[in-house]
């Protein structure tokens, strides 16, 4: 059985940092793509960034410079390190995985298979 589990959300202020963490099990890690999505009140789900199997990454405008994933294979662990946190960040953060193939899109959530429950960030100005 496929569990995905997000943590490391909370409360921060406008330039603060937090890292959320996404540990899955239940799959060979290695052949899965990883994503980072969130989704605040009334919004739709944005996919905010994606590492592929082999390690190549993927950010939405939106995050861009200012987020990095990374991984670590032997926890089974993508992280994503959240920089110079804007109130616009606050939602609920989800964490995904799937085979992926190359000619998916990354940051579409329908891309994906399996899905954590969410971890909330709230960024106040």
């Known amino acids: 059985q496929v569990q995905v589990a997000e943590s490391g959300g909370g409360l921060a202020q406008a330039g603060d940092s937090l890292t959320l963490s996404c540990t899955i099990s239940g799959l060979a890690f290695e052949d899965y793509a990883v994503g980072w999505f969130r989704q605040a009140p009334g919004k739709q789900r944005e996919g905010i960034s994606c590492?592929?199997?082999?390690?190549?990454?993927e950010y939405a405008d939106s995050v861009k410079g200012r987020f990095t994933i990374s991984q670590d294979n032997a926890k089974n662990t993508v992280y994503l390190e959240m920089n110079s946190l804007e109130p616009e960040d606050t939602a609920m953060y989800y964490c995904?995985?799937?085979?992926?193939?190359?000619?998916?899109?990354?940051?579409?959530?329908?891309?994906?298979?399996?899905w954590g429950q969410g971890t909330q960030v709230t960024v106040s100005s």
């Open positions: 590492i592929r199997q082999g390690g190549s990454t």
């Open positions: 995904a995985a799937d085979l992926l193939r190359s000619d998916y899109d990354p940051l579409y959530f329908g891309s994906f298979q399996y």
